[in-house]
């Protein structure tokens, strides 16, 4: 699997086939979706039946980590999994084409596959869980108090390495048919992001 | 697998065994974050792999909907599939706690496994399409040209019915232990909510 310094390699399970146009393997695309996303969709299968489940996520270089208490059920099969997928989506707009067909949405998605590893070495761990505490507020790894030998014991990390990667992008206006043009009804880009909206205090229990 | 008229009945494959509080069967709750979400989260399993892929969907009764185009990689999988997965997920905010072990998100989440079975009825496909169509704006379905035979022939509409289905939801502040409740720095909730922004009327190509 050969990948150069700015590009992911197609392989035949991340080659983007349909509306291909809209595929990327562009590594700057990846990383800016994965690293704007809060929370992935992790993909494995357990006793033959796939679950999928959303969990929160961080990057660090080309090495996605996802963590969890020592008896997640979603964690514990990851041990033993020989290849999972992890799904990343940001929703941009919903497409209100003049015809029902090209109704559409704009959105940015990375898909990963590869097997899971766990981070037992207790640095890489370390700084794994400060990449996740980052990604809720920048610097908040260093105000908070960091994880004690015994949250870590009851913590565990997994790691996937960004080899086998491709995006999927849709944006712009509804592509409708031409001789849809004069249906009269409004067609055009619904904008969508997710917006952080004022903080709430926490109030401690006993001054509530 | 019983289920009354106001919960969906628990199976070992959709019990919440982890922090089991926040898991719920309630068949409103379950309903109401299926019909707030604009994207699914479909895991199927093809040669040996999962994925995830990330797709539109509407819910009729009990009965979830996703559609593609006739060479969809995905729906062809989902053909052969004897159980898929689908899982929706809103993100309510950034719960930062006085302790990085304690940082978490509010979120509310949906899963739901069972068969894909392929919609071949007509009248079902076309209310199918128009559900979807709805999700994008209400009212949208009757503003918008219907698809027409080639349109429907060109599209596969494949439906999962809400049999086993669990929730997963939290929400409040951060939750610390009494001994971080001194450290000083800021504690609390950024609600995260999914926005809509101002439409972007679409110019047709000719009168750019």
Known sequence: MASDSTA???TPRTRVRRLSQRGSYDRALVHSVLDEALVCHVGFVHE????VMPTAFARLGETLYVHGAVANRMLGAL???DSICVTVTLLDGLVLARSAFHHSMNYRSVVALGPAREVTDETEKRRAFDALVE???????????AANPSELRGTRVFAIELLEVSAKTRQGPPLDD???LAQPCWAGVIPLALERGTPVPD???DQR
């Not at 033959?48 to 679950?51: E, F, H, L, T, V």
């Open 178 to 180: 031409e001789s849809d």
């Open 135 to 145: 990604r809720c507020a920048p610097g908040r790894s260093r105000e908070a108090r």
């Open 48 to 51: 033959g039946q796939p679950y």
């Open 8 to 10: 992911y390699a197609p």
């Open 203 to 205: 109030v401690p229990r």
């Open 79 to 81: 041990s033993g999994a």
